[in-house]
């Protein structure tokens, strides 16, 4: 795993501390740093010049916003600008034409088309209530056409037969005879693989894109090709009119810089991403998600949504409302909000999502302890009677010697637990006016 660039910046940041805009001289080196990012990400070399380019003339004189630093800054340009040019927002298949619409897939052998066919089928019959027929234009491979015919089964769309005999535009006159004839919404067209750029095929294809005059023409890439992408993405683009990416194979541990590549020199946009080998491994290509991988700064946006939807916000805006009444705090609110912490499924899930060099310093021992923790502090809320956790104050020594005895714990636990709900406490009272709403929003999106 390449050394995180956002490491490497708050290193460069210590150096640049105290300067409150991005300038000149202190942009140089960070530049190079995320050029050197970018490249260990495998990121097309020419991709790259013109991004660091771009993020130059963005960066330069920016006022550098409330407490962030200037490296901080750089680094939310950096991200941005990497989503902005992965594509924003989303683009589903575009399906508006006269049925069938036709779908053709192309690229390399082994990027994944055939699975993605089957995934993409999947997508259109459970997503969006499409009748689906798959056809496979691979002549050359007999074991193609039966592997299509076997996913096709899988995602429950109907497959068109063809043997290796036929030519691939006779089969795909065929197919598109038949989507018409019984109605179906959408005609997907697998085609052969190359194990590289082979002008016969490439020829190939294009007849097979004129015979189908397709809505959308996708191009399957692997997300580990890396530098190769970029010349493979050209020359399709140079043989047929692409009209989106579906990058495979995400879930590998390639930092996915092939998809700023293929995106820059395509112009299409990335439709799809593949998240394993299974039939439903296939999720809308997320641009700002994927900058955050390509950065090395972690799946930061997939732990906010962990979070916003772990936390209940019926409780929580039960919570707020008793804080805003100047309603006390009590050790039931305390035991709820201990709960909404498990309820996120656990430190350690929530840590898997974390920048690698944030979660390097949290090792496992420390995550099962902080989780023995938690049931620790459930464990000392249990024992205590009802009405002493509505009014702890009542907790003095022999209560504090009963409630330690009935969750095996000792004194000092409980006194501890007394001091941390306390603190809590406090903080509720300054959130009293909507502070704490505020945030709950903001995290609940
Ligand atoms: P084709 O030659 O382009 O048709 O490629 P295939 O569809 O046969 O896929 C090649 C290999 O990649 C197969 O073993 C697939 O299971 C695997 N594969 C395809 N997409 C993904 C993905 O998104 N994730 C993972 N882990 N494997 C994938």
Same mark, same amino acid.
């Given at each position: 795993?390449?050394?995180?660039?956002?490491?490497?910046?708050?290193?460069?940041? %210590?150096?640049?501390?105290?300067?409150?805009?991005?300038?000149?001289?202190?942009?140089?080196?960070?530049?190079? *740093?995320?050029?050197?990012?970018?490249?260990?990400?495998?990121?097309?070399? +020419?991709?790259?010049?013109?991004?660091?380019?771009?993020? %130059?003339? %963005?960066? @330069?004189?920016?006022?550098?916003?409330?407490?962030?630093?200037?490296?901080?800054?750089?680094?939310?340009?950096?991200?941005?600008?990497?989503?902005? =040019?992965?594509? *924003?927002?989303?683009?589903?298949?575009?399906?508006?034409?006269?049925?069938?619409?036709?779908?053709?897939?192309?690229?390399?052998?082994?990027?994944?088309?055939?699975?993605?066919?089957?995934?993409?089928?999947?997508?259109?019959?459970?997503?969006?209530?499409?009748?689906?027929? =798959?056809?496979?234009?691979?002549?050359?491979?007999?074991?193609?056409?039966?592997?299509?015919?076997?996913?096709?089964?899988?995602?429950?769309?109907?497959?068109?037969?063809?043997?290796?005999?036929?030519? +691939?535009?006779?089969?795909?006159?065929?197919?598109? !005879?038949?989507?018409?004839?019984?109605?179906?919404?959408?005609?997907?067209?697998?085609?052969?693989?190359?194990?590289?750029?082979?002008?016969?095929?490439?020829?190939?294809?294009?007849?097979?894109?004129?015979?189908?005059? +397709?809505? *959308?023409?996708?191009?399957?890439?692997?997300?580990?090709?890396?530098?190769?992408?970029?010349?493979?993405?050209?020359?399709?683009?140079?043989?047929?009119?692409?009209?989106?990416?579906?990058?495979?194979?995400?879930?590998?541990?390639?930092?996915?810089?092939?998809?700023?590549?293929?995106?820059?020199?395509?112009?299409?946009?990335?439709?799809?991403?593949?998240?394993?080998?299974?039939? !439903?491994?296939?999720?809308?290509?997320?641009?700002?998600?994927?900058?955050?991988?390509?950065?090395?700064?972690?799946?930061?946006?997939?732990?906010?949504?962990?979070?916003?939807?772990?936390?209940?916000?019926?409780?929580?805006?039960?919570?707020?409302?008793?804080?805003?009444?100047?309603?006390?705090?009590?050790?039931?609110?305390?035991?709820?909000?201990?709960?909404?912490?498990?309820?996120?499924?656990?430190?350690?899930?929530?840590?898997?999502?974390?920048?690698?060099?944030?979660?390097?310093?949290?090792?496992?021992?420390?995550?099962?302890?902080?989780?023995?923790?938690?049931?620790?502090?459930?464990?000392?809320?249990?024992?205590?009677?009802?009405?002493?956790?509505?009014?702890?104050?009542?907790?003095?020594?022999?209560?504090?010697?009963?409630?330690?005895?009935?969750?095996?714990?000792?004194?000092?636990?409980?006194?501890?637990?007394?001091?941390?709900?306390?603190?809590?406490?406090?903080?509720?009272?300054?959130?009293?006016?909507?502070?704490?709403?505020? @945030?709950?929003?903001?995290?609940?999106?």
């Amino acid at each position: 795993m390449a050394s995180a660039l956002t490491e490497k910046l708050s290193r460069l940041v %210590k150096q640049i501390s105290g300067q409150a805009r991005i300038t000149e001289s202190n942009v140089a080196d960070m530049l190079r *740093e995320v050029r050197m990012a970018l490249l260990e990400a495998d990121v097309a070399l +020419p991709v790259v010049r013109d991004f660091i380019a771009r993020v %130059k003339d %963005k960066a @330069l004189g920016q006022e550098v916003m409330g407490s962030l630093k200037p490296g901080q800054a750089l680094v939310g340009i950096v991200n941005r600008e990497l989503a902005a =040019t992965m594509g *924003e927002g989303v683009a589903d298949l575009n399906l508006a034409t006269q049925p069938p619409a036709v779908i053709l897939m192309a690229g390399l052998q082994g990027a994944g088309k055939t699975t993605t066919t089957a995934k993409l089928a999947r997508h259109l019959i459970t997503k969006r209530k499409k009748k689906v027929l =798959t056809v496979s234009a691979d002549v050359y491979r007999p074991a193609a056409i039966e592997q299509l015919k076997t996913v096709s089964a899988q995602a429950g769309a109907e497959w068109f037969p063809s043997t290796p005999d036929q030519k +691939p535009v006779d089969i795909a006159r065929a197919a598109l !005879d038949y989507a018409k004839k019984h109605y179906f919404d959408v005609l997907l067209v697998d085609t052969a693989g190359r194990l590289a750029i082979d002008e016969a095929l490439m020829r190939e294809i294009t007849e097979l894109h004129a015979v189908l005059n +397709p809505v *959308e023409t996708l191009f399957v890439v692997d997300a580990m090709q890396g530098q190769d992408a970029a010349n493979t993405a050209k020359a399709f683009k140079e043989a047929l009119p692409l009209t989106g990416i579906i990058l495979t194979k995400t879930d590998g541990d390639s930092r996915g810089g092939a998809a700023l590549s293929v995106r820059a020199i395509t112009g299409a946009p990335i439709k799809f991403a593949g998240t394993s080998e299974k039939i !439903d491994g296939l999720e809308v290509f997320d641009a700002e998600r994927h900058a955050g991988r390509i950065l090395g700064m972690g799946d930061i946006v997939a732990l906010v949504e962990q979070v916003a939807a772990g936390v209940d916000m019926a409780q929580a805006q039960k919570l707020a409302a008793k804080v805003k009444s100047g309603a006390s705090f009590d050790l039931e609110d305390f035991l709820s909000q201990i709960q909404q912490v498990k309820q996120m499924g656990g430190l350690s899930s929530l840590l898997d999502k974390l920048p690698t060099q944030m979660a390097a310093k949290a090792s496992e021992a420390d995550l099962s302890r902080a989780e023995r923790e938690i049931a620790r502090k459930q464990g000392i809320i249990h024992s205590m009677t009802p009405l002493e956790r509505k009014k702890p104050e009542l907790i003095k020594a022999s209560r504090k010697r009963r409630i330690a005895a009935g969750a095996g714990v000792q004194v000092q636990d409980v006194n501890r637990l007394l001091k941390e709900f306390e603190q809590m406490q406090d903080m509720m009272k300054k959130m009293q006016g909507g502070g704490l709403m505020k @945030l709950m929003k903001r995290m609940g999106g």
